[in-house]
């Protein structure tokens, strides 16, 4: 982008309406998947192995596989049968498409682990791999991110026996996306998207390093990012509990990505953390899970347990 127009987006001399800045995040997408900036060569697999660090539901998971779908107030647990039909159906209500399309429930089925969950996964990834783009909710930025994270965390369990037609289209996928993701940074998600769109792009930074300058947007606008969505006492912009929890989790596998990578975090990262634990504390009830307020999912208090203990 040039200089002269990032100094215009960044200052905001002139204000831009809400269709001219998604026009203007458009033109960003545009020029970024240009060819000329495409990677020659494809890599065959991630250079590092990531492990998603939350553990998954197999009981759960066993439901999702009858097509029973979960329950609509439990975390990670999509409302919606676990079919290509829903990842693709228009009809379904956005957020209950938005927990199919960002791919976390895969934990669930590595928990699970067998052929059956394994081929689930595959099945739903191969039919996301000609969904456009432009799909106003799998292109959400909280939604790419997560996505992104989650395929890159559970690589050994679905993707590394599978054909290599299969890992050379889910790779292709994956480089669109952080690119894709990359030209909405900063300023381009909404106030629930916490750090997602911030861990998907370093995801692909760490894994992949081979596509080059994801991890360098990613470094330049988190100390900000941070700033923003984290006052001063660890409260989430979004004064949601569960957005506190999640938020928090963004960053503590940020932090683990970093270190992974052997990369020095931004200076704001470790604060942030020990800021956000702390107020995390205050918004649990007796039995240890979340104050139901502000939109709060039900979370099983062993998860909130570990967040805390992995936050240090």
Not at 38 to 56: K, M, V
Not at 223 to 238: F, N, Y
């Amino acid at each position: 982008m040039p200089v002269h127009a990032r100094g215009l987006r960044q200052k905001e001399v002139f204000p831009m309406s809400q269709k001219a800045r998604r026009l203007w995040r458009e033109a960003r997408h545009w020029l970024g998947r240009m060819p000329r900036l495409r990677t020659p060569r494809l890599p065959e697999a991630p250079l590092i192995t990531l492990r998603d660090p939350w553990p998954g539901d197999a009981a759960l998971a066993s439901r999702l596989l009858r097509g029973e779908g979960g329950a609509v107030w439990q975390a990670e647990a999509p409302s919606a049968p676990l079919t290509p039909q829903s990842l693709r159906d228009p009809q379904l209500p956005a957020e209950s498409r938005a927990e199919l399309l960002a791919f976390g429930w895969i934990r669930h089925l590595r928990a699970l682990g067998n052929d059956a969950a394994r081929l689930t996964v595959r099945a739903l990834t191969a039919s996301l791999f000609d969904l456009s783009l432009r799909d106003p909710v799998a292109s959400r930025p909280d939604v790419a991110g997560r996505r992104l994270a989650a395929w890159l965390g559970h690589w050994d369990f679905f993707a590394a026996s599978a054909d290599e037609a299969f890992r050379y289209r889910l790779m292709e996928r994956m480089v669109e996306e952080a690119r894709w993701l990359s030209h909405d940074i900063p300023g381009g998600g909404v106030e629930s998207a916490g750090f997602a769109p911030y861990k998907g792009i370093l995801a692909a930074a760490v894994a992949l390093p081979e596509v080059n300058g994801l991890l360098a947007v990613a470094l330049r606008h988190l100390p900000g990012e941070i700033l923003r969505q984290v006052a001063s006492d660890g409260t989430h912009l979004a004064r949601s509990p569960y957005a506190q929890l999640r938020a928090l989790q963004d960053l503590i596998e940020i932090r683990a990505l970093l270190q992974a990578a052997q990369i020095v975090p931004p200076a704001a990262l470790t604060p942030a953390i020990e800021r956000m634990s702390a107020a995390l504390r205050t918004m649990r009830m007796g039995d240890g899970g979340l104050a139901a307020f502000n939109g709060t999912l039900s979370v099983a208090p062993e998860l909130i347990e570990l967040v805390l203990a992995q936050a240090g």
